[in-house]
């Protein structure tokens, strides 16, 4: 097995102090750090977002291939381009105004980051300005608005419907989730997407973006 | 009259199954050796953090209906106002494992430990969750002590932002309850500091008056529907010989 076959099976078996290892031995052979990220940590990861989606592992072993992931991606940021990380798209996260539960949404940031995709995180009761005004400043494709309690979730909306009234409609996407969120009200509220879990909304979010 | 209950952390410790369900690792699941070992930290890290702390304050009708209202955000119908109008007792609470906690969960997802973060943030959660639980077990034995021909009674506690009672209704219950003097605090937007603490009313009622259908307007909203298991638990408990 090459080393970068070897490194995508280690993240795969949460193992991070093996991906560091592997990930240094890669740089010392003389591979390219772009190499070493899409073909050995990347790849990694999009087996274990399979198999999540497939339901063939659990959410915590999705959490150790991220922290693997991590490792392998702190070693190698300095040798990469301008010392950042080659991205498919930027996302704007959050969790609706009122909301300071902020579990899914970290979840949903840690598999979107590991399917490649730059994530604008924004933290917790979050404003629907501050929402578009941070997709507007930074060229995010896709807005994603988390909540956990039943009398925020209306605050959703209210992002969504800013989207429409600065005429971002067809330019930024909206995609909501969250343990009281359903499809229906994503609908309801007119949310481009709904995703009910962390793996789903990156499945949603990849969609949105066309990648 | 209210009073403070510290707790033993044994109370406020979950067990491990119901850490794993909620990590969505099914009881006849196989769980991986790394995933059990996380499991094993995230307890350490847990039994050498939390302080947990309640508190709980007796309310009658008229006062908790005032409570209730907050500042008028709720559902036009929820099920609490059909519930708490006839109770046999009322007391507000709030419980805690404490700021420690929160910290050290916010400080593993900072530093690239997202597995051990979201461990200890389930264990933490199922452990307010019980937390909320031994204080509604509590008050239900001070109702059943008062009122011996009360077994037909049952306390469930009820939380604002949940199941139409809005969460700005926080901030009544906390002028009242002052869980501040067991620290927790309310921000701006009427949630609780540290976040993994539980405020509500524990609703001593008749078992039946417990149970209702789903059928107001947020219910249609509601993937969770954790109403269910709460109802079922009061519905099937037969403490006290019914």
């Given at each position: 097995m090459d080393v970068l076959s070897e490194i995508a099976a280690s993240l795969r078996n949460g193992d991070d102090n093996r991906v560091g290892q592997l990930t240094q031995q890669a740089v010392d052979d003389g591979l390219a750090a772009e190499e070493i990220l899409n073909n050995g940590l990347m790849s990694g990861m999009r087996v274990v977002g399979e198999l999540f989606r497939n339901h063939d592992i659990f959410l915590p072993e999705v959490l150790l291939a991220a922290r693997a992931m991590n490792r392998g991606v702190d070693l190698l940021k300095p040798l990469l381009a301008g010392g950042d990380v080659p991205t498919i798209g930027k996302v704007v996260i959050g969790t609706a105004k009122g909301d300071l539960h902020d579990i899914g949404k970290n979840l949903v940031g840690i598999m979107l980051k590991g399917a490649g995709f730059e994530v604008i995180d924004l933290g917790n009761d979050v404003t629907a300005e501050r929402f578009v005004d941070a997709a507007v400043e930074s060229g995010a494709k896709v807005i994603g608005i988390s909540a956990l309690l039943t009398t925020t979730m209306s605050s959703m909306k209210g992002v969504v419907d800013l989207v429409r009234e600065r005429g971002l409609g067809g330019e930024i996407h909206t995609i909501v989730g969250g343990a009281p969120v359903s499809k229906d009200f994503a609908a309801e509220i007119g949310a481009d997407a709904y995703g009910y879990d962390a793996a789903n909304a990156v499945e949603q979010v990849k969609a949105l973006t066309g990648v | 009259m209210s009073g403070i209950t510290h707790f033993r952390p044994s109370t406020a410790t979950p067990d491990r199954h119901t850490v794993l369900r909620a990590q969505g690792i099914p009881d006849e699941a196989s769980v991986p050796e790394r995933v059990a070992a996380l499991v094993d930290d995230g307890f350490e890290i847990y039994s050498s953090t939390v302080d947990a702390t309640g508190i709980r304050a007796e309310i009658s009708i008229e006062e908790f209906d005032a409570v209730y209202r907050?500042?008028?955000?709720?559902?036009?119908?929820?099920?609490l106002e059909g519930i708490f109008?006839?109770?046999h007792g009322l007391a507000l609470f709030a419980v805690t494992v404490g700021e420690a906690v929160c910290s050290e969960i916010r400080r593993l997802f900072k530093t690239g430990d997202p597995a051990l973060g979201y461990t200890l943030d389930t264990i933490a959660s199922a452990g307010a969750e019980g937390l909320a639980n031994a204080m509604a077990r509590d008050y239900q034995d001070t109702v059943s002590r008062s009122n011996p021909n009360a077994s037909h009674v049952r306390v469930l506690p009820y939380s604002p932002?949940?199941?139409?009672?809005?969460?700005?209704?926080q901030k009544k219950l906390f002028r009242i309850l002052q869980p501040e003097r067991i620290g927790i605090s309310l921000n701006a937007s009427a949630l609780?500091?540290?976040?993994k603490s539980v405020s509500g009313v524990l609703v001593a009622a008749?078992?039946?008056?417990?149970d209702f259908d789903i059928?107001?307007?947020f219910c249609t909203d509601c993937a969770g529907q954790e109403c269910r298991e709460r109802i079922q638990s009061v519905l099937f408990d037969t403490r006290g010989g019914q």
């Open positions: - | 907050g500042e008028g955000q709720n559902a036009p119908r929820t099920p109008p006839d109770a932002g949940y199941c139409g009672w809005h969460v700005s209704g609780m500091k540290p976040l008749d078992r039946e008056s417990h059928e107001f307007n």
